[in-house]
């Protein structure tokens, strides 16, 4: 989630304390804690906009917070950590001594976002997983975008996945999983996320977007193809007005279509009426 997060109207991944849409995902990860023999990397996929790095910071900050009273036995208890609370807030800051995030940063040449995870923050993962914990608890680690990491920023991922250290937890998301090593994508278990509905998305946008009008609410939740970030990118940058204008286009084009089609029939058609019959000739008449 690292690019055009300043233009978003949704809050940042790390400060989102609203979560809907994605119980199943919920309920996968919450069934492994509740057993007691939580796998140590998980691999978040799905399309772009629908949750993935708003659910690993939830995971995040119910792993540290040692989860609920009576934690195993039980995959109901939810994932919500009050967003007053202490852990909360550390993570939300980064600020959390047994917490990490790795993502594209800016270059320090050019200021802009990288378009690649570099090696050298990957390298931070294993240098910070040998440290024991603050808390004596868990320690967590967030790869975002992590198809974005160069080769050789998945090579050191790799090492780490293969011999990963006790308490420790990796949580990667990435909008194209299949752009992974296989290698690193087998070490973790895998919570597709879906697309969400157009209900759900409809009523984030309610949320989120109530600026808009309820016209074009209802508009952007049908053609966000089931992304709350999507129709939110939409709702910034004029989607609406430029999918109105296509559309005015596109049917206008039909009409134009449908008239010429309409006319060269038309002009192909033997012209018989109010004329004699045509003539038969004696071959055509044999």
């Given at each position: 989630?690292?690019?055009?997060?300043?233009?978003?109207?949704?809050?940042?991944?790390?400060?989102?304390?609203?979560?809907?849409?994605?119980?199943?995902?919920?309920?996968?990860?919450?069934?492994?804690?509740?057993?007691?023999?939580?796998?140590?990397?998980?691999?978040?996929?799905?399309?772009?906009?629908?949750?993935?790095?708003?659910?690993?910071?939830?995971?995040?900050?119910?792993?540290?917070?040692?989860?609920?009273?009576?934690?195993?036995?039980?995959?109901?208890?939810?994932?919500?950590?009050?967003?007053?609370?202490?852990?909360?807030?550390?993570?939300?800051?980064?600020?959390?001594?047994?917490?990490?995030?790795?993502?594209?940063?800016?270059?320090?040449?050019?200021?802009?976002?990288?378009?690649?995870?570099?090696?050298?923050?990957?390298?931070?993962?294993?240098?910070?997983?040998?440290?024991?914990?603050?808390?004596?608890?868990?320690?967590?680690?967030?790869?975002?975008?992590?198809?974005?990491?160069?080769?050789?920023?998945?090579?050191?991922?790799?090492?780490?996945?293969?011999?990963?250290?006790?308490?420790?937890?990796?949580?990667?998301?990435?909008?194209?999983?299949?752009?992974?090593?296989?290698?690193?994508?087998?070490?973790?278990?895998?919570?597709?996320?879906?697309?969400?509905?157009e209900r759900t998305v409809s009523d984030l946008l309610d949320r989120y977007a109530a600026d808009q009008n309820a016209a074009d609410r209802m508009l952007l939740a049908k053609i966000s193809g089931g992304s709350i970030g999507r129709a939110l990118d939409m709702a910034v940058g004029g989607g609406v007005e430029v999918y109105k204008e296509l559309t005015t286009q596109l049917r206008t084009w039909r009409k134009i279509r449908a008239s010429d089609e309409t006319s060269r029939v038309a002009?192909?058609?033997?012209?018989?009426?109010?004329?004699?019959?045509?003539?038969?000739?004696?071959?055509?008449?044999?």
């Amino acid at each position: 989630m690292a690019e055009d997060e300043e233009d978003s109207k949704i809050p940042k991944p790390r400060e989102n304390d609203y979560f809907v849409g994605q119980a199943a995902a919920e309920h996968a990860f919450l069934k492994s804690w509740a057993s007691g023999r939580l796998h140590h990397a998980w691999l978040l996929s799905g399309p772009r906009g629908v949750g993935k790095a708003t659910l690993a910071y939830r995971i995040a900050r119910f792993v540290l917070s040692g989860g609920p009273p009576g934690l195993f036995g039980a995959a109901e208890i939810g994932l919500d950590v009050p967003s007053e609370a202490l852990i909360f807030r550390q993570v939300r800051s980064g600020g959390h001594p047994d917490f990490l995030t790795i993502e594209r940063t800016a270059d320090e040449d050019t200021k802009r976002v990288r378009s690649v995870i570099i090696v050298d923050h990957v390298r931070q993962i294993s240098e910070f997983l040998h440290l024991k914990a603050a808390h004596g608890g868990w320690r967590v680690v967030i790869v975002d975008e992590a198809e974005r990491m160069n080769q050789n920023a998945a090579g050191a991922l790799l090492k780490i996945l293969e011999e990963p250290p006790q308490r420790a937890l990796l949580l990667l998301t990435s909008h194209v999983p299949g752009r992974l090593l296989a290698t690193i994508r087998s070490r973790c278990r895998q919570i597709a996320l879906a697309t969400l509905n157009e209900r759900t998305v409809s009523d984030l946008l309610d949320r989120y977007a109530a600026d808009q009008n309820a016209a074009d609410r209802m508009l952007l939740a049908k053609i966000s193809g089931g992304s709350i970030g999507r129709a939110l990118d939409m709702a910034v940058g004029g989607g609406v007005e430029v999918y109105k204008e296509l559309t005015t286009q596109l049917r206008t084009w039909r009409k134009i279509r449908a008239s010429d089609e309409t006319s060269r029939v038309a002009s192909a058609a033997p012209k018989r009426l109010g004329g004699a019959p045509p003539l038969r000739t004696k071959r055509a008449m044999r």
